[in-house]
């Protein structure tokens, strides 16, 4: 019989050492690499074999081939000249913690199967609302990410709307119901409306206004009487701080107050920006905020929480849990009361010892220390916007919203500007990603890499100068 390798404790001690090492060494590497491997697919799956190990081998050696697999087709996310997309920062703080939330293997889907895991969770949200200045009485809880809580919200709109008959008839036979948001809403509304099996016919698209593409109110409620009067169910309004290709930000209390009066459950979609709000001189983008009855937003794009942790907050828990909590008996905690089952909050039943990464983040660096990087990221975004818009070659689609704004080459059509991204990629020294506004392709910018320095943006600046001819 083969004896099957086993890591002891001394091998596990001993392997993570290397592990650490190995993870700092590649994060100092990242400023000589290029931000985005070559896009070839298939490349790295042909560096495996096409079949598992019949027997252990061990991990001696795992590093290697780690670097030799897997690292050269990765994008690197961590890269201080990473600017596409949103940031997914991992700091060395949130690492350890993912890596000590590892350790500990909770299960934190009941209080009873980790009082600690529960209590810590209340309590890191209840610190970063009192960081975000939302009022007292707005509870939280960890989604996995903002689609989740987008997705949690979206079903409450649906059960509250049919008098919590959705979940127990279906909705074959109910009146149908309507949902409304701008065009500037991510993508997840729509995936939302998909998976709670309300149509995406019924998610209506609210005009925009202004320089920030708000949502415009007067219309919004002309369209819910609309609704009303042609037999529809209006449910729930998802407005946006921060919208994803631009920035968008919705006049909350214009529009949450449209909600309130016509008696619709509202979500706020701040999944970028809400970061922002820890620094009061932004908070100016989220007025009326208090007025929502739910929002989210991400602490693993721009405050340094390592990947996956969203903070999905509620002005009263009640409609959630009431549209998602299913307790059996062997999920029911007797004898105790005073407790939470955040399983209730959220769609999973699992959920793992997420609040650690928070926690060892706010202790690392304070609040004043994220507040310093994220102020730091607007500045220089902000800077670049003004250099560019300062030579003839480009325009200055719209304006800075915090660190993001988009640029066009003046004159290029879409096909000239889509080339124009990829030379830009290609070159390897940055990383942006294209979007769509007012019908024409964009590039958008968004500086949020913890890594990031001045310089970076700067040679930024010199990329797009340079790729533009």
């Avoid at 949502?215 to 609704?227: E, F, G, R, S, T």
């Amino acid at each position: 019989m083969t004896e099957t390798p086993r890591l002891d404790w001394d091998e596990f001690t001993r392997l993570g050492a290397e592990i650490a090492e190995w993870g700092a060494a590649y994060h100092r590497s990242l400023p000589d690499r290029p931000v985005r491997a070559p896009l070839t697919p298939g490349a790295v799956a042909a560096r495996f074999p096409k079949a598992p190990p019949e027997q252990g081998q061990g991990l001696d050696g795992v590093l290697a081939e780690l670097d030799d697999k897997v690292v050269p087709g990765l994008t690197h996310w961590q890269h201080p000249r990473f600017f596409a997309y949103f940031p997914a920062n991992a700091t060395p703080a949130s690492m350890l913690a993912d890596f000590a939330a590892s350790i500990l293997a909770q299960q934190c889907m009941l209080w009873q199967t980790s009082p600690a895991g529960t209590e810590v969770e209340t309590l890191m949200l209840d610190w970063l609302r009192q960081g975000l200045g939302l009022p007292e009485g707005f509870h939280g809880v960890i989604q996995d990410s903002a689609s989740s809580a987008t997705l949690a919200a979206v079903l409450v709109m649906r059960e509250r709307a049919l008098n919590w008959a959705g979940n127990q008839q279906g909705l074959p036979g109910q009146q149908r119901l309507r949902i409304y948001a701008s065009d500037e809403v991510h993508t997840s509304v729509d995936r939302a409306i998909w998976v709670a099996g309300i149509g995406a016919d019924n998610l209506v698209r609210i005009p925009t206004q202004g320089p920030l593409r708000a949502m415009d109110p007067v219309a919004l409620k002309a369209q819910i009487a609309n609704d009303r009067a042609a037999g529809y169910l209006p449910a729930g309004v998802v407005a946006c701080t921060g919208g994803t290709g631009t920035g968008a930000c919705d006049d909350l209390r214009a529009v949450l107050a449209v909600a309130r009066a016509e008696g619709l459950y509202s979500h706020v979609d701040a999944a970028w920006a809400g970061a922002a709000m820890i620094c009061p001189e932004f908070r100016d983008l989220w007025q009326g905020i208090e007025a929502a009855d739910s929002l989210v937003l991400n602490p693993h794009k721009w405050m340094g929480v390592q990947f996956d942790f969203s903070a999905h907050y509620l002005k009263d828990p009640e409609p959630l849990v009431k549209t998602l909590a299913i307790q059996p008996e062997y999920l029911k905690t007797h004898g105790k009361d005073g407790f939470i089952n955040y399983s209730e909050w959220s769609v999973p039943l699992g959920r793992r010892f997420r609040a650690l990464k928070l926690w060892f983040v706010l202790r690392a660096y304070g609040l004043e220390g994220l507040r310093a990087v994220i102020r730091d990221h607007v500045r220089w975004s902000q800077a670049l916007a003004e250099e560019l818009r300062a030579d003839p070659r480009f325009e200055i689609v719209t304006e800075p919203v915090l660190s993001l704004f988009t640029v066009a080459l003046r004159g290029a059509d879409d096909a000239a500007m889509i080339e124009y991204v990829n030379r830009v990629n290609e070159d390897g020294r940055i990383y942006v990603t294209q979007g769509r506004t007012g019908g024409r392709i964009v590039v958008r910018f968004s500086v949020g890499s913890f890594a990031c320095t001045e310089a970076d943006v700067q040679l930024a600046g010199q990329v797009l100068k340079q790729m533009a001819g």
